[in-house]
């Protein structure tokens, strides 16, 4: 759920009130909220101290947190304050990187994995770092051996290198390069449409991508 985003300079009582508005209007003990934290585009956004007036308030409605602002100092704040200081069985108070290249940072810290628009393009990859890592509970006591974090880490440079490839400022946006990708390897060039506001790539761009995936030896052998 992101914040209200057409007035920017908001209070954080105004936020607290917004979103308890809508706990108290749905008035279901079943709902679960995961604030969406990113300032790239809502400009708006969560802070600390909001969210543990949410918790404190809505302890069972408020469920988590996906961080997309790109900075790790940021996400490793909530961590500190809500993931690692309380624990996760104790809370329930997830956190998520918006992407991968912060996932083995956000495990390791008491975080509970990604929610990343690569995914849609690298699974596989990403799932296989995931499955790598334990319980935040588990790491704690149980430190990997320096055999697994190499692994681990092996696992997380091979995804931030595919992550680069599409995140790269020569193309439209990422979205559009992640259509062209499908629509490169699946051989069908409807994936490569987009809507507006975003635009597609051009021919030159698509050869440019086609080109630099297949230097870093990227595959999707599921897509057909």
Same mark, same amino acid.
């Given at each position: 759920?992101?914040?209200?985003? #057409? #007035?920017?300079?908001?209070?954080?009582?105004?936020?607290?009130? #917004?979103? *308890?508005?809508?706990?108290?209007?749905?008035?279901?003990? /079943?709902?679960?909220?995961?604030?969406?934290?990113?300032?790239?585009?809502?400009?708006?956004?969560?802070?600390?101290?909001?969210?543990?007036?949410?918790?404190?308030?809505?302890? *069972?409605?408020?469920?988590?947190?996906?961080?997309?602002?790109?900075?790790?100092?940021?996400?490793?704040?909530? +961590?500190?304050?809500?993931?690692?200081?309380?624990? /996760?069985?104790?809370?329930?108070?997830?956190?998520?990187?918006? *992407?991968?290249?912060?996932?083995? =940072?956000?495990? /390791?810290?008491?975080?509970?994995?990604?929610?990343?628009?690569?995914?849609?393009?690298?699974?596989?990859?990403?799932?296989?770092?995931?499955?790598?890592?334990?319980?935040?509970?588990?790491?704690?006591?149980?430190?990997?051996?320096?055999?697994?974090?190499?692994? @681990?880490?092996?696992? @997380?440079? /091979?995804?931030?290198?595919?992550?680069?490839?599409?995140?790269?400022?020569?193309?439209? *946006?990422?979205?559009?390069?992640?259509?062209?990708?499908?629509?490169? #390897?699946?051989?069908?060039?409807?994936?490569?449409?987009?809507?507006?506001?975003?635009?597609?790539?051009?021919?030159? @761009?698509?050869?440019?991508? =086609?080109?630099? +995936?297949? =230097?870093?030896?990227?595959?999707?052998?599921?897509?057909?």
């Amino acid at each position: 759920m992101l914040p209200p985003v #057409y #007035y920017k300079d908001v209070s954080e009582e105004g936020l607290y009130r #917004y979103f *308890s508005e809508v706990v108290q209007g749905v008035g279901d003990t /079943r709902l679960k909220i995961y604030l969406y934290h990113i300032p790239p585009v809502a400009i708006v956004g969560i802070t600390p101290k909001l969210v543990e007036r949410l918790l404190k308030a809505y302890p *069972s409605a408020i469920a988590g947190m996906k961080d997309s602002s790109g900075d790790w100092n940021n996400t490793k704040t909530f +961590l500190d304050a809500f993931a690692v200081r309380v624990g /996760r069985a104790v809370s329930g108070f997830d956190v998520f990187v918006g *992407s991968e290249s912060f996932l083995l =940072a956000n495990m /390791r810290n008491g975080g509970v994995g990604t929610i990343s628009a690569t995914a849609n393009v690298n699974p596989a990859a990403i799932h296989k770092l995931y499955a790598k890592l334990d319980s935040p509970r588990q790491r704690t006591q149980h430190p990997p051996s320096h055999e697994a974090t190499a692994e @681990q880490e092996a696992l @997380q440079a /091979r995804l931030n290198v595919v992550r680069e490839v599409f995140s790269s400022r020569k193309f439209p *946006s990422m979205i559009a390069a992640l259509k062209q990708a499908i629509a490169i #390897y699946r051989n069908d060039p409807e994936w490569s449409r987009v809507r507006p506001p975003l635009v597609d790539l051009t021919k030159e @761009q698509a050869k440019l991508l =086609a080109a630099e +995936l297949k =230097a870093i030896g990227f595959t999707m052998p599921e897509i057909a």
